[in-house]
């Protein structure tokens, strides 16, 4: 069965703090791994990242795929309030690009 | 550039009612998705359109689901007759083509008394 798993569920740490997000999957017929993040409601795009050792980065974030050890991680530096968010890892598979989804990291930032 | 808008944002019926949930997608979005969380747990999948036509409705949970999205444009989620373990946040997502960046709508969220 395909599944995706987030460590840790959740995280608190202060403002300043550089963090590390986990995502380990197993699926067949992987097409790519996203990052989101979902403050109040929609969950909104980060990353979308499809081959290994090459990191994107997007201000603070930046994220990078391991598809040999099937696993990503989300690393956010010099964290701010604004940070704080359930941070969703989704896996894209199938022939028609399912997101298989993680059940979430909480993070939150004390100021 | 207008995204995914779902309507309504809240609904609250009894057990055994019919609740309708609509997803506007971005236009020119081909690619339509409905996912759910039920509370506790992970976001599943429902269903997959291209367009009109249904690609994959494996996830959809019971015949109790019913999803159309006539023209290829809106679509349609309809609940009928729901039950209690149907409440949770119902997503729609658009994307413009496979692989392409998947937009996600702010969530129906449905509460089942």
């Known amino acids: 069965e395909d599944k995706v798993v987030q460590s840790p569920l959740s995280l608190v740490v202060h403002e300043g703090d550089t963090v590390t997000l986990n995502c380990s999957y197993e699926v067949t017929n992987f097409r790519s791994l996203l990052w989101y993040k979902q403050e109040k409601k929609a969950p909104t795009f980060l990353f979308m990242l499809?081959?290994s050792g090459i990191e994107k980065k997007s201000g603070r974030l930046s994220s990078i795929l391991d598809k040999k050890e099937l696993f990503s991680i989300l690393n956010i530096t010099a964290t701010q309030t604004g940070d704080s968010a359930i941070y969703l890892c989704a896996v894209e598979a199938n022939s028609n690009y399912q997101l298989i989804w993680g059940a979430g990291t909480k993070l939150i930032i004390k100021p | 550039e207008a995204g995914v808008t779902q309507f309504p944002s809240h609904s609250v019926i009894e057990k055994g009612q019919t609740v309708t949930l609509r997803c506007d997608p971005i236009?020119?979005?081909?690619?339509l998705y409905w996912y759910r969380r039920v509370m506790g747990k992970e976001i599943k999948f429902l269903l997959h359109f291209v367009k009109e036509s249904k690609q994959d409705e494996s996830g959809m949970p019971n015949n109790r689901f019913l999803a159309e999205r006539t023209g290829g444009t809106y679509s349609t989620l309809k609940v009928q007759p729901a039950e209690l373990e149907d409440s949770g946040v119902y997503f729609c997502?658009?994307?413009?083509?496979?692989?392409?960046?998947?937009?996600f709508g702010e969530g129906s969220w449905l509460t089942v008394v």
């Open positions: 236009s020119g979005h081909d690619n």
């Open positions: 997502a658009s994307s413009e083509g496979l692989g392409n960046t998947i937009y």
């Open positions: 499809t081959s």
